[in-house]
């Protein structure tokens, strides 16, 4: 959120600072025609990053005034053993041996 201002004040110093030089340089020797366009576009990015700036800001804003969410209620279900897979397997009394015939 601050890197949006301090880039906001960086174009902007960086624009104001090129159209005034273009500004003070009557003659027009030491910019070529396209410097202004290069002046606007620094104002046209700062102006973008101090809207950013502001839109975050504003965000942050309504979010810390709003109450936090209620929390849903905790449903009680109903327990199935024949789905539990966490719980240890349950000895059965014939250690293993078949329960077939002979």
């Given at each position: 959120m601050r890197m949006n201002l301090m880039l906001a004040v960086f174009w902007l110093f960086a624009s104001v600072t090129l159209l005034v030089m273009i500004y003070v340089d009557?003659?027009?020797q030491h910019f070529n025609k396209s410097a202004?366009?290069?002046?606007?576009?620094?104002?046209?990015?700062?102006?973008?990053?101090f809207a950013r700036w502001w839109a975050a800001r504003s965000a942050a804003k309504?979010?810390?005034a709003q109450p936090p969410p209620e929390r849903r209620p905790v449903e009680r279900r109903e327990y199935h053993p024949e789905f539990d897979f966490n719980r240890?397997?349950?000895p059965n009394g014939n250690n293993g041996a078949s329960t077939g015939g002979s």
């Open positions: 009557k003659e027009g202004p366009w290069f002046g606007a576009l620094g104002l046209v990015l700062a102006a973008y990053n309504a979010r810390a240890p397997e349950e």
